[in-house]
Nanobody, 125 residues
Framework: QVQLVESGGGLVQAGDSLTLSCVAS????????MGWFRQAPGKEREFVAA????????YYTDSVKGRFTISRDNTERTVYLQMNSLKPDDTAVYYC??????????????????WGQGTQVTVSS
């Protein structure tokens, strides 16, 4: 397994940008597909973005396409989520997650075995 620690959350205004980071320790980072999920108050956790082990392919939920960018640096054992043009609806706790392989759907949270503790992102209007 890997241990994941997120950082970079905060309080910003609508239209601002923020970059989240997630540092991994433990097993070989490049063996894992990495994902970002979020959970807003009173809502279920939802998929935000994912990136394959080598970083060649990225996946996004429709609501963040064109605004968010997921990337990774395997030498630094870090995955990033660059968030631009933030909206109040983006307010949530953001979690990074790791999966050795995806069996059915990269957007399903039960595909990911390891999770970070989360970082709060609050976007004011």
């Amino acid at each position: 397994q890997v241990q994941l620690v997120e950082s970079g959350g905060g309080l910003v205004q609508a239209g601002d940008s923020l970059t989240l980071s997630c540092v991994a320790s433990g097993r070989t980072f490049s063996d894992y597909l990495m994902g970002w999920f979020r959970q807003a108050p009173g809502k279920e956790r939802e998929f935000v973005a994912a990136i394959t082990k080598t970083g060649v392919n990225q996946y996004y939920t429709d609501s963040v396409k064109g605004r968010f960018t997921i990337s990774r640096d395997n030498t630094e054992r870090t995955v990033y989520l660059q968030m631009n043009s933030l909206k109040p609806d983006d307010t949530a706790v953001y979690y990074c997650a790791a999966a050795r392989r995806i069996y059915r759907n990269v957007e399903m949270d039960n595909e990911y075995a390891d999770w970070g503790q989360g970082t709060q992102v609050t976007v004011s209007s």
